[in-house]
């Protein structure tokens, strides 16, 4: 709408005004000339107006006068918002926005512009429409409480339509006589209910006027308000607090040890007007001698004043010890031993440590960083025992379960390497290398082996080569070390790999996930296969040919990890929200418990294998352990504790602690930072 968007009432006159100097001027300097301009176009408005009768006249609708040119209907126009057009013509073209002017332009123009207050800017057409002169005197008629056709009477006399003469059927409002009443059956057996009902006591009927003022005279001066069982005018009656009664020290001729002396008193001089004593004692050797109180009428008044103003509420208390609405813990020292204080730091990498495993037997770690390189620590000494230069930034590092073979699964970029750690005796290290021997591909009968995925030696680094047509992010072990899953989240359809280590042959696990897959995880005991995505976890029965088992909905924004308890039938899963979830397998799909318990992303979740302890680690440079007891009864539920948090890594590029794994053996936790450091928590 334009600048005129304020007109009031009280302008009116001034606008006519103005109309009419500008009219008298113009005919003073040209009156031949509008004499015929309107002798021209006389008989053209009179043309022009009968058609317009003509047009009222045939129908009584206003929406058949002007036709709108937007066709959209009752479409908000707010759906127009972001679009370069506001609707649509009646052919089905698009109707363009207008450009819009500059403020200053539009302003400057608004102000040279003498008619300017009369256009209103139309929204639904896009356009600005000018008012004419009987639709500004339309308006004003109706500001003024008056109809907008000047030729409308609103005192026209009454027209009766209805003829009365010869009628033989009169209008009546006569009320219907009582014969025509007929008794209800069905309140005639509510009043008989109602009989009985007051025969037994059931209903009391209201007591008369006489009873009641008789029970209201009698009144216990000196009983307790508070226990008054007599009826009360407001809902909920509240007795007003009374006075305390006086004591031995307001008496008039106390003992002495109620008499406070000299330095007593001045002492009361020193404190809060709040905290005075209100009374000071004094003795009196008769009542004659006692002065009339100087504070009587003011606390008379203010006694007033609490029982006439102050607002009374009941409140019902209740006498609970806070400490008994606190959940039943047993004591830390109970729990132990778990990780409390670091013990050591491995120091080697110059780049963030994304990923830690630990051997089977736990005399070795494993790490991989950033830099490209992976590293073998000795646990009790921190010593680096071999290292590989792998060229490419490590994403994830898996140590192969099975004590027999030392093997180690490497994740860099699209290729998944497979080396010997050199750790073992003769026989592992035998067994080792007739496994990390890749000699000419078996064609696969079942036509389930992938071709995205190519069996490679690699001399250089001895081992073998998995190269995927994406990025690989996660390598997980089966627990009897002959199969291994990786996880390409690029991959769509084909995401999740099954590789067999012993006949050198790949398997595509064609699940329909329903979004990019984030890690996978195998059962510890039996055939299931765990494999979540951004928000759901879905667990399949190999052995039933990747049949669908259980969905588990985590309510999760998006989950980082996973991991399995060792009995199998629990899972704590940790999300990039800071919350950790709990997962009962035969309780019920949904969390049993959700956890908030960090201020930035949780990067990985472990469980330990012999000890009930589980722990979480997140980009806010902590790690959480937890104690986590699961009973074999199903009725009793797990208990979780929480027990440390262990801090010591640095903050590095907005990155904390990237992994923790616990030991095999012993209630130790390793922990790697994106400060390239491996920390070992022990208790």
Not at 213 to 224: A, F, H, R, T
Not at 369 to 392: A, P, Y
Not at 630 to 650: A, T
Request: charge should be negative; proline fraction near 6%; hydrophobic fraction near 30%.
């Amino acid at each position: 709408m334009s600048d005129s968007e304020g007109y009031d009432s009280d302008d009116y006159p001034s606008i006519r005004g103005s109309d009419s100097e500008d009219e008298e001027s113009g005919s003073s300097g040209n009156e031949d000339v509008l004499n015929t301009s309107n002798n021209d176009h006389g008989n053209d408005d009179e043309s022009d107006s009968s058609e317009l009768h003509e047009g009222v006249e045939e129908s009584d609708s206003s929406e058949d006068e002007v036709v709108p040119r937007n066709t959209v209907g009752d479409v908000p126009l707010e759906w127009y918002r972001d679009e370069k057009h506001i609707g649509y013509d009646i052919t089905g073209k698009k109707i363009k926005k207008k450009e819009k002017e500059d403020k200053l332009q539009s302003f400057l123009a608004s102000a040279d512009d003498s008619k300017n207050w009369r256009k209103i800017y139309d929204e639904y057409n896009d356009e600005d429409v000018e008012l004419t002169k009987e639709d500004i005197k339309s308006i004003s008629r109706l500001l003024e409480g008056k109809a907008p056709h000047r030729d409308f009477d609103p005192y026209a006399p009454y027209v009766d339509w209805f003829k009365w003469d010869d009628s033989k059927h009169p209008l009546s409002n006569a009320p219907e006589p009582k014969r025509r009443f007929i008794p209800s059956k069905s309140e005639s057996k509510l009043v008989n209910k109602i009989k009985l009902a007051i025969r037994k006591g059931l209903i009391k009927p209201k007591k008369s006027k006489e009873e009641e003022e008789e029970e209201e005279s009698v009144y216990p001066l000196w009983g307790d308000d508070s226990n008054s069982t007599g009826k009360n005018d407001h809902l909920s009656y509240i007795p007003a607090p009374k006075p305390k009664l006086p004591g031995h020290e307001e008496s008039f001729n106390p003992s002495l040890e109620y008499i406070p002396t000299q330095e007593e008193i001045n002492s009361y001089q020193l404190m809060y007007e709040e905290d005075r004593p209100k009374f000071i004692p004094k003795r009196f050797t008769s009542m004659r001698s006692i002065p009339a109180y100087e504070n009587a009428v003011k606390e008379c008044f203010e006694r007033c004043l609490d029982l006439y103003l102050c607002p009374r509420v009941r409140k019902k208390r209740l006498n609970i010890d806070p400490e008994s609405l606190k959940p039943k813990l047993p004591n830390r020292n109970d729990l132990k031993p778990y990780p409390v204080s670091c013990y050591l730091e491995y120091r080697g990498h110059e780049d963030a440590v994304t990923s830690i495993s630990v051997e089977a037997s736990g005399q070795w770690i494993a790490s991989g960083s950033l830099d490209g390189t992976v590293r073998i620590w000795e646990v009790e000494t921190g010593r680096c025992l071999k290292h590989w230069k792998i060229g490419e930034a490590v994403k994830y590092v898996s140590w192969n379960p099975n004590p027999e073979h030392s093997i180690l699964a490497v994740s860099a970029g699209q290729d998944v390497l497979l080396l010997n750690t050199g750790c073992g005796n003769e026989e592992v290290q035998k067994s080792t290398k007739e496994l990390l021997s890749v000699e000419m591909p078996m064609p696969d009968d079942s036509g389930k082996t992938a071709s995205s995925v190519s069996w490679l030696q690699d001399d250089k680094l001895e081992g073998i080569r998995l190269r995927h047509s994406k990025t690989v992010t996660a390598v997980e072990w089966h627990r009897k070390g002959d199969y291994f899953s990786t996880v390409m989240p690029a991959g769509e359809s084909r995401a999740i790999f099954i590789h067999k280590l012993s006949k050198k042959f790949t398997q595509t696990l064609s699940f329909k996930l329903q979004g990019p897959a984030v890690t996978s995880v195998f059962h510890p005991t039996r055939s299931f296969f765990f494999i979540s995505t951004k928000k759901i976890i879905r667990v399949y029965d190999l052995v039933k040919e990747g049949k669908l088992v259980k969905k588990l909905e985590t309510g999760l924004r998006e989950i980082s990890s996973i991991a399995v308890h060792p009995s199998g039938d629990h899972i704590i899963v940790g999300s990039g929200e800071g919350k950790l979830c709990w997962f009962d397998m035969d309780l019920s799909s949904k969390p049993y418990k959700t956890l908030k318990l960090h201020q930035k992303d949780i990067n990985n979740v472990s469980f330990h294998r012999s000890y009930p302890l589980f722990a979480t680690c997140s980009d806010d440079c902590t790690a959480y352990v937890f104690h986590g007891m699961v009973y074999s009864d199903l009725n009793q539920n797990p208990l979780i504790v929480p027990l440390e948090i262990l801090r010591g890594h640095s903050s590095t590029n907005g990155r904390g602690v990237m992994d923790c794994k616990f030991h095999p053996r012993q209630p130790w936790l390793f922990t790697a930072g994106a400060d390239s450091v491996v920390r070992l928590y022990c208790h």
